[in-house]
T-cell receptor, first 114, second 112 residues
Framework: DAGVTQSPTHLIKTRGQQVTLRCSPK?????VSWYQQALGQGPQFIFQYYEEEERQRGNFPDRFSGHQFPNYSSELNVNALLLGDSALYLC?????????????FGSGTRLTVV | DAKTTQPNSMESNEEEPVHLPCNHS???????IHWYRQLPSQGPEYVIHGLTSNVNNRMASLAIAEDRKSSTLILHRATLRDAAVYYCILRDTNFGNEKLTFGTGTRLTIIP
């Protein structure tokens, strides 16, 4: 049973550029959340998608946007990249009705902005 | 969001039990206590969760204080593969607010 798949694994972008990160959730899961993890810190919640709608959002600017597709996969888009956006971006999937159970995380996309 | 407090780091000898503490004095009645761990170069991995009663699974045990203001993750026999950052998280089960709020966690080092 495949877990959460994220692509690409590593990415280098220049300041001001735009980036799209992709996530396929674990089979059977319908909800996708995105987290940003800076070096030495715990992951920070960006937003969560369910039924192709953004359900909940963390304290991130509008430069961060997302999308969920009918097959539950998701994209995270970041516009006008800043050096401070360099981080590990993690995707986590879950089943909305199964609130008692844990999220399944992918291994992340390491984004470096130069 | 209710906060948790954990020691920055802990060390334990291989094949001995490990007790990882967590304080959450502002926990609310709708908060579940979740533990995740993150191995190097990987995403966080779900370990265990509980509400009021102690819980056991194949990975670990979770002991919850009677007033729910603290909890302890117990690894019964640590191996080198248990070296990771362990996060104690309060997860609100109110509909629409199920995000995970991570702190900086406890970095567990296992000594061979």
């Amino acid at each position: 049973d495949a877990g959460v798949t994220q692509s690409p694994t590593h990415l280098i972008k220049t300041r001001g550029q735009q980036v799209t990160l992709r996530c396929s959730p674990k089979s059977g899961h319908d909800t996708v959340s995105w987290y940003q993890q800076a070096l030495g810190q715990g992951p920070q919640f960006i937003f969560q998608y369910y039924e192709e709608e953004e359900r909940q959002r963390g304290n991130f600017p509008d430069r961060f946007s997302g999308h969920q597709f009918p097959n539950y996969s998701s994209e995270l888009n970041v516009n006008a990249l800043l050096l401070g956006d360099s981080a590990l971006y993690l995707c986590a999937s879950s089943l909305l009705g199964g609130r008692d159970y844990g999220y399944t995380f992918g291994s992340g996309t390491r984004l470096t902005v130069v | 969001d209710a906060k948790t407090t954990q020691p920055n780091s802990m060390e334990s000898n291989e094949e001995e039990p490990v007790h990882l503490p967590c304080n959450h004095s502002t926990i609310s009645g709708t908060d579940y206590i979740h533990w995740y761990r993150q191995l190097p170069s990987q995403g966080p991995e779900y370990v265990i969760h509980g509400l009021t009663s102690n819980v056991n699974n194949r990975m670990a045990s979770l002991a919850i204080a009677e007033d729910r203001k603290s909890s302890t993750l117990i690894l019964h026999r640590a191996t080198l593969r248990d070296a990771a950052v362990y996060y104690c998280i309060l997860r609100d089960t109110n509909f629409g607010n199920e995000k995970l709020t991570f702190g900086t966690g406890t970095r567990l080092t296992i000594i061979p």
